[in-house]
Protein backbone atom coordinates (compact mmCIF):
# COMPACT_ATOMS: atom_id res chain seq x y z
CA UNK A 1 0.00 0.00 0.00
CA UNK A 2 0.81 3.56 -1.19
CA UNK A 3 0.74 6.09 1.08
CA UNK A 4 0.94 9.96 0.60
CA UNK A 5 2.86 12.29 3.13
CA UNK A 6 3.51 15.71 3.09
CA UNK A 7 6.38 16.73 1.31
CA UNK A 8 6.92 19.86 3.34
CA UNK A 9 6.40 21.88 6.17
CA UNK A 10 3.49 24.38 6.71
CA UNK A 11 2.49 26.99 9.43
CA UNK A 12 -1.13 27.37 10.17
CA UNK A 13 -3.12 29.98 11.97
CA UNK A 14 -5.83 27.87 14.30
CA UNK A 15 -8.95 29.43 15.62
CA UNK A 16 -11.79 28.22 18.16
CA UNK A 17 -14.13 28.82 20.20
CA UNK A 18 -16.28 26.93 22.59
CA UNK A 19 -19.96 27.59 25.07
CA UNK A 20 -21.23 30.73 22.83
CA UNK A 21 -24.79 30.20 24.32
CA UNK A 22 -26.74 32.49 21.69
CA UNK A 23 -24.68 35.17 23.40
CA UNK A 24 -25.04 37.34 19.97
CA UNK A 25 -24.62 40.99 21.76
CA UNK A 26 -21.70 42.51 23.44
CA UNK A 27 -21.79 42.22 27.00
CA UNK A 28 -20.55 43.15 30.18
CA UNK A 29 -17.72 41.05 32.93
CA UNK A 30 -21.20 39.43 34.05
CA UNK A 31 -22.42 38.01 30.70
CA UNK A 32 -25.60 40.19 30.98
CA UNK A 33 -26.61 42.46 27.63
CA UNK A 34 -23.89 46.45 27.35
CA UNK A 35 -25.56 48.98 28.63
CA UNK A 36 -24.66 52.27 26.60
CA UNK A 37 -22.72 53.80 29.93
CA UNK A 38 -20.96 50.33 29.77
CA UNK A 39 -19.95 50.33 26.26
CA UNK A 40 -18.71 54.31 26.46
CA UNK A 41 -16.32 53.09 29.64
CA UNK A 42 -14.70 50.13 27.22
CA UNK A 43 -15.95 47.54 29.19
CA UNK A 44 -18.08 45.37 26.89
CA UNK A 45 -17.03 42.08 25.43
CA UNK A 46 -17.44 39.63 22.49
CA UNK A 47 -20.71 39.75 20.78
CA UNK A 48 -21.40 38.30 17.24
CA UNK A 49 -19.90 41.48 15.20
CA UNK A 50 -16.76 41.23 16.97
CA UNK A 51 -16.19 38.52 16.21
CA UNK A 52 -16.70 38.69 12.19
CA UNK A 53 -14.41 41.32 12.56
CA UNK A 54 -11.66 39.72 14.05
CA UNK A 55 -11.64 36.26 11.44
CA UNK A 56 -12.32 38.23 8.78
CA UNK A 57 -8.69 40.14 10.05
CA UNK A 58 -7.10 36.85 11.00
CA UNK A 59 -7.97 35.27 7.35
CA UNK A 60 -6.31 38.36 5.60
CA UNK A 61 -3.05 37.88 7.62
CA UNK A 62 -2.71 34.67 7.11
CA UNK A 63 -5.30 32.66 4.25
CA UNK A 64 -3.69 29.27 6.13
CA UNK A 65 -6.40 29.13 8.72
CA UNK A 66 -8.43 26.79 10.41
CA UNK A 67 -11.60 28.05 13.03
CA UNK A 68 -13.56 25.87 14.64
CA UNK A 69 -15.99 25.49 17.51
CA UNK A 70 -15.80 22.75 19.92
CA UNK A 71 -19.57 22.74 21.29
CA UNK A 72 -22.18 24.71 23.04
CA UNK A 73 -23.73 27.04 20.34
CA UNK A 74 -27.73 26.73 21.92
CA UNK A 75 -29.56 27.87 24.83
CA UNK A 76 -28.23 30.70 26.94
CA UNK A 77 -29.92 33.51 26.03
CA UNK A 78 -33.38 34.68 25.63
CA UNK A 79 -32.47 34.51 21.72
CA UNK A 80 -32.63 30.83 22.00
CA UNK A 81 -36.29 31.23 23.30
CA UNK A 82 -37.13 33.47 20.63
CA UNK A 83 -35.53 31.74 17.51
CA UNK A 84 -34.35 28.46 19.01
CA UNK A 85 -31.45 27.33 16.79
CA UNK A 86 -32.37 29.90 13.52
CA UNK A 87 -30.47 32.58 14.69
CA UNK A 88 -27.21 30.69 16.03
CA UNK A 89 -27.17 28.86 12.82
CA UNK A 90 -27.50 32.07 10.73
CA UNK A 91 -24.63 33.85 12.53
CA UNK A 92 -22.76 30.92 12.98
CA UNK A 93 -22.61 30.15 8.95
CA UNK A 94 -21.71 34.56 8.70
CA UNK A 95 -18.60 33.92 10.46
CA UNK A 96 -17.62 31.20 8.59
CA UNK A 97 -16.36 28.29 10.74
CA UNK A 98 -14.36 25.26 9.66
CA UNK A 99 -16.09 22.27 11.59
CA UNK A 100 -18.03 22.28 15.06
CA UNK A 101 -18.79 19.55 17.53
CA UNK A 102 -22.40 18.43 18.95
CA UNK A 103 -22.15 19.08 22.67
CA UNK A 104 -24.76 18.35 25.57
CA UNK A 105 -26.52 21.78 25.20
CA UNK A 106 -27.49 21.42 21.54
CA UNK A 107 -30.15 18.63 23.31
CA UNK A 108 -31.82 21.25 25.52
CA UNK A 109 -34.64 22.12 23.30
CA UNK A 110 -35.14 18.48 21.93
CA UNK A 111 -34.21 16.45 18.73
CA UNK A 112 -36.52 18.14 16.77
CA UNK A 113 -35.11 21.75 17.48
CA UNK A 114 -31.07 20.16 17.07
CA UNK A 115 -32.23 18.44 13.64
CA UNK A 116 -33.48 21.53 12.14
CA UNK A 117 -30.67 24.01 13.77
CA UNK A 118 -28.52 21.25 11.98
CA UNK A 119 -30.38 21.63 8.78
CA UNK A 120 -29.15 25.24 8.28
CA UNK A 121 -25.97 24.80 9.55
CA UNK A 122 -23.80 25.45 6.05
CA UNK A 123 -20.40 23.65 7.35
CA UNK A 124 -19.64 20.54 8.46
CA UNK A 125 -20.72 19.08 12.05
CA UNK A 126 -18.89 16.18 13.68
CA UNK A 127 -18.98 13.83 16.33
CA UNK A 128 -17.81 10.45 16.39
CA UNK A 129 -19.34 8.90 19.19
CA UNK A 130 -22.71 9.68 18.71
CA UNK A 131 -25.37 6.42 17.45
CA UNK A 132 -28.32 7.85 16.22
CA UNK A 133 -29.81 4.23 14.98
CA UNK A 134 -32.71 4.37 16.95
CA UNK A 135 -33.39 8.48 16.18
CA UNK A 136 -33.64 8.78 12.35
CA UNK A 137 -33.94 12.45 12.66
CA UNK A 138 -30.31 12.96 13.44
CA UNK A 139 -29.33 10.44 10.56
CA UNK A 140 -27.33 11.92 8.00
CA UNK A 141 -27.04 15.52 10.01
CA UNK A 142 -23.54 15.13 11.12
CA UNK A 143 -20.24 12.86 10.30
CA UNK A 144 -17.87 11.56 12.90
CA UNK A 145 -14.69 13.49 10.90
CA UNK A 146 -14.26 15.46 7.86
CA UNK A 147 -11.26 16.88 5.99
CA UNK A 148 -10.01 20.01 5.35
CA UNK A 149 -7.28 21.32 2.71
CA UNK A 150 -5.54 24.76 4.03
CA UNK A 151 -2.09 25.52 2.14
CA UNK A 152 -2.33 22.30 0.20
CA UNK A 153 -2.33 20.03 2.97
CA UNK A 154 -5.07 18.00 4.32
CA UNK A 155 -5.96 18.02 8.25
CA UNK A 156 -8.37 16.19 9.35
CA UNK A 157 -10.75 16.89 11.99
CA UNK A 158 -12.70 14.25 14.86
CA UNK A 159 -15.69 15.53 16.89
CA UNK A 160 -16.95 13.95 20.20
CA UNK A 161 -19.38 14.34 22.44
CA UNK A 162 -19.56 13.81 25.98
CA UNK A 163 -20.25 10.04 26.94
CA UNK A 164 -22.82 11.97 29.63
CA UNK A 165 -25.20 14.17 27.66
CA UNK A 166 -27.50 11.31 28.10
CA UNK A 167 -27.73 12.35 31.90
CA UNK A 168 -27.15 16.14 31.09
CA UNK A 169 -29.84 16.75 28.45
CA UNK A 170 -33.06 15.44 26.60
CA UNK A 171 -31.45 12.58 23.98
CA UNK A 172 -34.17 10.35 23.23
CA UNK A 173 -32.97 7.25 22.10
CA UNK A 174 -29.37 8.52 21.25
CA UNK A 175 -26.25 6.52 22.35
CA UNK A 176 -23.42 8.01 23.49
CA UNK A 177 -20.22 5.39 23.37
CA UNK A 178 -16.97 5.76 25.16
CA UNK A 179 -15.24 9.11 24.06
CA UNK A 180 -11.79 7.61 23.71
CA UNK A 181 -12.47 4.57 22.41
CA UNK A 182 -15.12 6.10 19.63
CA UNK A 183 -11.60 9.28 18.40
CA UNK A 184 -9.25 6.27 18.49
CA UNK A 185 -11.08 4.54 15.86
CA UNK A 186 -12.11 7.44 13.86
CA UNK A 187 -8.36 9.10 13.66
CA UNK A 188 -6.92 5.59 12.93
CA UNK A 189 -8.75 5.47 10.09
CA UNK A 190 -7.75 9.01 9.40
CA UNK A 191 -4.42 7.88 9.92
CA UNK A 192 -4.75 5.12 7.64
CA UNK A 193 -5.79 7.20 4.49
CA UNK A 194 -2.62 9.01 4.32
CA UNK A 195 -3.46 11.98 6.86
CA UNK A 196 -0.86 12.84 9.38
CA UNK A 197 -2.35 16.14 10.79
CA UNK A 198 -5.48 15.73 13.01
CA UNK A 199 -7.92 18.10 15.33
CA UNK A 200 -10.01 17.06 17.99
CA UNK A 201 -13.16 19.19 18.71
CA UNK A 202 -15.50 18.68 21.57
CA UNK A 203 -17.14 18.94 25.22
CA UNK A 204 -16.80 17.27 28.38
CA UNK A 205 -14.44 17.78 31.26
CA UNK A 206 -11.03 19.38 30.72
CA UNK A 207 -9.26 15.75 32.11
CA UNK A 208 -11.07 14.07 28.80
CA UNK A 209 -9.17 16.31 26.43
CA UNK A 210 -5.82 15.73 28.65
CA UNK A 211 -6.67 11.96 28.66
CA UNK A 212 -7.05 12.39 24.23
CA UNK A 213 -3.99 13.99 24.18
CA UNK A 214 -2.29 11.47 26.25
CA UNK A 215 -3.83 8.17 24.87
CA UNK A 216 -4.69 8.43 21.27
CA UNK A 217 -1.56 8.74 18.94
CA UNK A 218 -1.93 10.57 16.15
CA UNK A 219 -3.63 13.77 17.45
CA UNK A 220 -1.86 17.00 17.15
CA UNK A 221 -4.38 19.44 18.55
CA UNK A 222 -7.54 19.11 20.92
CA UNK A 223 -9.74 22.02 21.13
CA UNK A 224 -12.64 21.61 24.18
CA UNK A 225 -15.09 23.21 25.79
CA UNK A 226 -17.21 22.09 29.37
CA UNK A 227 -19.35 22.83 32.04
CA UNK A 228 -16.41 24.61 34.31
CA UNK A 229 -15.90 26.90 31.58
CA UNK A 230 -18.98 28.86 32.75
CA UNK A 231 -17.06 29.49 36.19
CA UNK A 232 -13.91 31.56 34.80
CA UNK A 233 -15.78 34.78 34.28
CA UNK A 234 -13.66 38.11 34.99
CA UNK A 235 -12.05 40.66 33.26
CA UNK A 236 -9.47 39.53 30.32
CA UNK A 237 -6.18 39.15 30.53
CA UNK A 238 -4.82 38.52 27.41
CA UNK A 239 -0.77 37.90 29.03
CA UNK A 240 -2.16 35.45 31.35
CA UNK A 241 -5.03 33.09 30.47
CA UNK A 242 -5.67 30.08 32.05
CA UNK A 243 -8.03 27.80 32.30
CA UNK A 244 -8.48 25.27 35.39
CA UNK A 245 -5.08 25.66 36.33
CA UNK A 246 -3.38 25.37 32.98
CA UNK A 247 -1.42 27.08 30.62
CA UNK A 248 -2.82 28.00 27.20
CA UNK A 249 -1.93 25.37 25.58
CA UNK A 250 -1.70 22.77 27.57
CA UNK A 251 1.36 20.76 26.11
CA UNK A 252 1.24 17.35 26.19
CA UNK A 253 4.27 14.76 25.49
CA UNK A 254 2.61 11.19 25.22
CA UNK A 255 4.72 8.72 27.06
CA UNK A 256 6.84 6.50 25.03
CA UNK A 257 6.43 9.11 21.83
CA UNK A 258 7.71 11.96 20.13
CA UNK A 259 4.52 13.67 19.35
CA UNK A 260 3.52 17.45 21.10
CA UNK A 261 0.02 17.29 21.90
CA UNK A 262 -1.48 20.81 21.97
CA UNK A 263 -4.84 21.13 24.68
CA UNK A 264 -6.78 24.75 24.32
CA UNK A 265 -10.01 25.97 25.67
CA UNK A 266 -11.24 29.35 26.16
CA UNK A 267 -13.82 31.30 27.89
CA UNK A 268 -17.77 31.67 27.36
CA UNK A 269 -19.64 33.70 25.02
CA UNK A 270 -17.11 34.59 22.62
CA UNK A 271 -15.49 36.32 25.02
CA UNK A 272 -12.17 35.08 23.72
CA UNK A 273 -10.91 33.71 20.60
CA UNK A 274 -8.29 31.20 20.77
CA UNK A 275 -5.48 31.94 18.61
CA UNK A 276 -2.07 30.20 17.70
CA UNK A 277 0.43 30.11 15.02
CA UNK A 278 1.61 25.86 14.38
CA UNK A 279 4.04 24.35 12.46
CA UNK A 280 4.11 20.77 11.07
CA UNK A 281 6.90 18.89 9.42
CA UNK A 282 6.47 16.70 6.43
CA UNK A 283 5.47 13.98 9.13
CA UNK A 284 3.07 16.23 10.39
CA UNK A 285 4.29 16.94 13.51
CA UNK A 286 4.29 19.91 15.64
CA UNK A 287 7.61 21.87 15.62
CA UNK A 288 6.98 24.69 16.41
CA UNK A 289 4.02 27.26 18.48
CA UNK A 290 2.85 30.16 19.72
CA UNK A 291 -0.18 32.46 20.62
CA UNK A 292 -2.73 32.96 23.29
CA UNK A 293 -6.52 33.89 23.50
CA UNK A 294 -7.08 37.14 22.12
CA UNK A 295 -9.87 39.17 23.75
CA UNK A 296 -12.74 40.43 21.98
CA UNK A 297 -13.29 43.59 23.75
CA UNK A 298 -13.54 47.56 22.91
CA UNK A 299 -9.96 47.13 20.75
CA UNK A 300 -12.38 45.17 18.16
CA UNK A 301 -14.54 47.32 15.99
CA UNK A 302 -18.13 45.54 15.72
CA UNK A 303 -18.60 44.77 11.49
CA UNK A 304 -21.36 47.50 10.81
CA UNK A 305 -22.98 44.85 8.37
CA UNK A 306 -23.14 42.14 10.96
CA UNK A 307 -24.34 44.67 14.01
CA UNK A 308 -27.00 46.02 12.14
CA UNK A 309 -28.26 42.54 11.60
CA UNK A 310 -27.91 42.30 15.05
CA UNK A 311 -29.87 44.79 15.81
CA UNK A 312 -32.90 43.63 13.72
CA UNK A 313 -32.83 40.38 14.56
CA UNK A 314 -32.64 41.46 18.64
CA UNK A 315 -36.16 43.11 18.40
CA UNK A 316 -38.41 40.73 18.93
CA UNK A 317 -35.83 39.26 21.73
CA UNK A 318 -36.75 42.90 23.44
CA UNK A 319 -40.65 42.30 23.24
CA UNK A 320 -40.30 38.95 24.53
CA UNK A 321 -38.45 40.19 27.51
CA UNK A 322 -40.47 42.84 28.68
CA UNK A 323 -43.56 40.45 29.11
CA UNK A 324 -44.63 41.23 32.95
CA UNK A 325 -44.94 38.20 35.29
CA UNK A 326 -44.67 39.53 38.73
CA UNK A 327 -42.60 41.51 41.41
CA UNK A 328 -40.51 40.53 44.29
CA UNK A 329 -39.56 43.13 47.52
CA UNK A 330 -36.31 40.42 48.31
CA UNK A 331 -33.32 39.60 46.35
CA UNK A 332 -34.07 35.70 44.86
CA UNK A 333 -30.55 34.28 45.21
CA UNK A 334 -29.69 31.75 42.16
CA UNK A 335 -26.24 32.06 42.35
CA UNK A 336 -24.48 28.20 41.58
CA UNK A 337 -22.16 29.02 44.71
CA UNK A 338 -25.56 28.73 46.68
CA UNK A 339 -28.28 26.93 45.33
CA UNK A 340 -25.73 24.07 44.67
CA UNK A 341 -24.64 23.00 48.21
CA UNK A 342 -28.02 24.50 50.65
CA UNK A 343 -31.23 25.61 50.30
CA UNK A 344 -31.92 28.85 48.85
CA UNK A 345 -34.61 31.15 48.26
CA UNK A 346 -35.22 30.98 44.77
CA UNK A 347 -35.03 27.49 44.22
CA UNK A 348 -37.30 27.20 47.05
CA UNK A 349 -40.21 29.40 45.28
CA UNK A 350 -39.65 27.21 42.26
CA UNK A 351 -40.46 24.35 43.74
CA UNK A 352 -43.08 26.16 46.08
CA UNK A 353 -44.57 26.90 42.96
CA UNK A 354 -44.32 23.79 40.76
CA UNK A 355 -46.57 21.78 43.80
CA UNK A 356 -48.87 25.24 43.60
CA UNK A 357 -49.48 24.17 39.24
CA UNK A 358 -50.66 20.51 40.56
CA UNK A 359 -51.76 20.58 43.62
CA UNK A 360 -55.78 20.50 44.29
CA UNK A 361 -57.86 20.40 47.15
CA UNK A 362 -59.47 17.12 47.85
CA UNK A 363 -62.09 18.20 50.50
CA UNK A 364 -62.46 15.90 53.33
CA UNK A 365 -59.43 13.60 52.43
CA UNK A 366 -56.85 16.58 52.87
CA UNK A 367 -55.38 19.35 51.50
CA UNK A 368 -53.96 18.00 48.64
CA UNK A 369 -53.27 15.27 46.29
CA UNK A 370 -49.67 16.21 45.68
CA UNK A 371 -46.66 18.34 48.44
CA UNK A 372 -43.32 17.00 47.12
CA UNK A 373 -41.40 19.06 44.48
CA UNK A 374 -37.64 18.18 43.21
CA UNK A 375 -35.57 20.43 41.38
CA UNK A 376 -31.73 20.00 40.14
CA UNK A 377 -29.33 22.95 41.12
CA UNK A 378 -27.83 23.08 38.12
CA UNK A 379 -31.34 24.09 35.98
CA UNK A 380 -30.99 27.38 37.88
CA UNK A 381 -29.03 29.41 35.95
CA UNK A 382 -29.33 32.84 37.16
CA UNK A 383 -30.56 35.48 40.77
CA UNK A 384 -33.41 37.47 40.13
CA UNK A 385 -32.04 41.23 41.78
CA UNK A 386 -34.77 43.00 44.17
CA UNK A 387 -36.16 45.40 41.59
CA UNK A 388 -39.47 45.09 42.40
CA UNK A 389 -40.89 43.92 38.80
CA UNK A 390 -40.25 40.40 37.51
CA UNK A 391 -40.23 40.08 33.71
CA UNK A 392 -40.45 37.31 31.31
CA UNK A 393 -36.48 38.11 31.04
CA UNK A 394 -35.24 37.31 34.41
CA UNK A 395 -37.24 34.08 34.27
CA UNK A 396 -35.66 33.08 31.10
CA UNK A 397 -32.54 33.73 32.16
CA UNK A 398 -32.97 31.72 35.05
CA UNK A 399 -34.97 28.88 33.73
CA UNK A 400 -33.65 28.53 30.24
CA UNK A 401 -34.29 24.78 29.91
CA UNK A 402 -37.13 23.21 27.62
CA UNK A 403 -38.70 21.53 30.87
CA UNK A 404 -42.28 20.55 31.57
CA UNK A 405 -43.40 20.64 35.07
CA UNK A 406 -44.35 16.65 35.15
CA UNK A 407 -45.72 14.45 37.60
CA UNK A 408 -44.87 10.71 38.77
CA UNK A 409 -45.52 8.59 41.43
CA UNK A 410 -42.24 7.15 43.55
CA UNK A 411 -42.15 4.81 46.33
CA UNK A 412 -40.37 6.44 49.58
CA UNK A 413 -36.93 3.84 49.14
CA UNK A 414 -36.78 5.75 45.55
CA UNK A 415 -37.06 9.71 47.51
CA UNK A 416 -34.47 8.21 49.64
CA UNK A 417 -32.42 7.04 47.10
CA UNK A 418 -32.96 10.81 45.24
CA UNK A 419 -32.30 12.29 48.37
CA UNK A 420 -28.44 10.27 48.53
CA UNK A 421 -27.83 10.80 44.77
CA UNK A 422 -28.32 14.74 45.59
CA UNK A 423 -25.55 15.02 48.12
CA UNK A 424 -23.50 11.98 46.67
CA UNK A 425 -20.58 14.28 45.06
CA UNK A 426 -21.70 17.52 47.19
CA UNK A 427 -18.41 19.67 46.83
CA UNK A 428 -18.41 23.34 47.59
CA UNK A 429 -15.35 24.04 45.11
CA UNK A 430 -16.69 22.16 41.56
CA UNK A 431 -20.50 22.90 42.64
CA UNK A 432 -22.25 19.59 41.00
CA UNK A 433 -25.60 20.64 39.56
CA UNK A 434 -27.67 17.58 40.72
CA UNK A 435 -27.46 18.61 44.24
CA UNK A 436 -31.90 18.95 44.67
CA UNK A 437 -34.24 22.15 46.37
CA UNK A 438 -36.86 20.59 46.91
CA UNK A 439 -40.62 21.18 48.43
CA UNK A 440 -42.41 19.50 50.53
CA UNK A 441 -39.63 17.59 52.47
CA UNK A 442 -37.18 18.30 55.26
CA UNK A 443 -34.13 16.32 54.56
CA UNK A 444 -30.86 15.99 57.24
CA UNK A 445 -27.73 14.78 55.67
CA UNK A 446 -24.66 14.05 57.50
CA UNK A 447 -21.75 15.27 54.42
CA UNK A 448 -19.27 12.96 57.28
CA UNK A 449 -20.66 9.81 55.71
CA UNK A 450 -19.68 8.01 53.09
CA UNK A 451 -21.67 8.93 49.71
CA UNK A 452 -24.87 7.03 49.37
CA UNK A 453 -25.41 6.87 53.41
CA UNK A 454 -25.59 10.76 53.77
CA UNK A 455 -29.20 10.95 54.78
CA UNK A 456 -29.84 11.19 58.40
CA UNK A 457 -33.74 11.55 57.62
CA UNK A 458 -36.69 12.22 55.61
CA UNK A 459 -40.04 13.90 56.22
CA UNK A 460 -42.79 14.49 54.20
CA UNK A 461 -45.51 17.35 54.21
CA UNK A 462 -48.26 14.73 54.55
CA UNK A 463 -51.34 14.85 51.66
CA UNK A 464 -54.26 12.89 52.99
CA UNK A 465 -54.67 15.46 55.91
CA UNK A 466 -56.52 18.95 56.55
CA UNK A 467 -53.73 20.32 58.39
CA UNK A 468 -50.45 20.09 56.96
CA UNK A 469 -47.73 18.40 58.80
CA UNK A 470 -44.29 16.87 58.39
CA UNK A 471 -44.05 13.47 59.17
CA UNK A 472 -41.21 10.71 58.56
CA UNK A 473 -41.22 9.10 54.83
CA UNK A 474 -42.34 6.07 54.12
CA UNK A 475 -40.31 3.64 52.42
CA UNK A 476 -42.55 1.59 51.01
CA UNK A 477 -45.94 3.92 50.54
CA UNK A 478 -46.29 5.77 47.06
CA UNK A 479 -45.89 9.61 46.92
CA UNK A 480 -46.81 11.74 44.15
CA UNK A 481 -43.82 13.76 42.93
CA UNK A 482 -43.80 17.04 40.98
CA UNK A 483 -40.54 17.57 38.61
CA UNK A 484 -39.32 18.90 35.61
CA UNK A 485 -39.20 16.78 32.72
CA UNK A 486 -35.51 16.00 32.59
CA UNK A 487 -35.59 15.15 36.02
CA UNK A 488 -38.50 12.53 35.49
CA UNK A 489 -36.14 10.85 32.86
CA UNK A 490 -33.21 9.98 34.47
CA UNK A 491 -31.04 13.14 34.01
CA UNK A 492 -28.00 13.78 36.08
CA UNK A 493 -27.93 10.20 37.12
CA UNK A 494 -31.44 9.90 38.41
CA UNK A 495 -31.88 6.85 37.18
CA UNK A 496 -33.80 5.84 40.52
CA UNK A 497 -36.32 7.83 39.20
CA UNK A 498 -37.04 7.17 35.88
CA UNK A 499 -36.78 3.35 36.02
CA UNK A 500 -39.38 3.97 39.10
CA UNK A 501 -41.63 5.85 38.19
CA UNK A 502 -45.05 5.02 38.00
CA UNK A 503 -48.47 7.12 36.68
CA UNK A 504 -45.92 10.01 34.29
CA UNK A 505 -48.29 12.63 33.85
CA UNK A 506 -46.47 15.25 31.12
CA UNK A 507 -47.08 18.51 32.30
CA UNK A 508 -47.22 22.30 30.56
CA UNK A 509 -43.74 23.96 30.15
CA UNK A 510 -42.01 25.40 33.11
CA UNK A 511 -41.88 28.76 31.89
Not at 137 to 142: A, D, K, R, T, V
Not at 261 to 280: A, C, E, H, R
Not at 453 to 464: A, F, I, K, P
Request: hydrophobic share 35%.
Amino acid sequence: MIVARSVSSIEITFLHTNDFHAHFEQFNIEGDTCTREEAENRECYGGVARMVTKVKEMRKENPSTILVDAGDQLQGSNWFYQYEGSATAYFLNKIGFDAMAISNHEFDGGLGILASYLNKITFPVVSCNIVTTQEPILQGLFTKSTTLRVGGERFGIVGYTTSRANLLSTTGNLVFEDEIDAIRREVNKLLASGLNKIIVIGTADYTINLRIANEVHGVDIVAGADPFTLRTRGKPNPTDEQLHGHNYPTVIRPEGSSETVLVVQVQIYFMYIGYLKVTFDEEGRITHYSGKPIPLDWRIQQDPETLKEIEEWAKPVRKLEEIYIGETYSRLEGESAVCRVRECNLGNLIADSMVSAHATGQGEQGWSDVSIALMVSGGIRDSIEQEGLITKSNILRVLPYANTVDMVELKGRHILEAMERSVEKFDTLLLPGFFLQHSGLIVTYDLRSPPRSRVQSVQVLCTECTIPKYEPLDLSKSYKVVLPSYLANGGDGYAMISDNKENHIIGKFLL
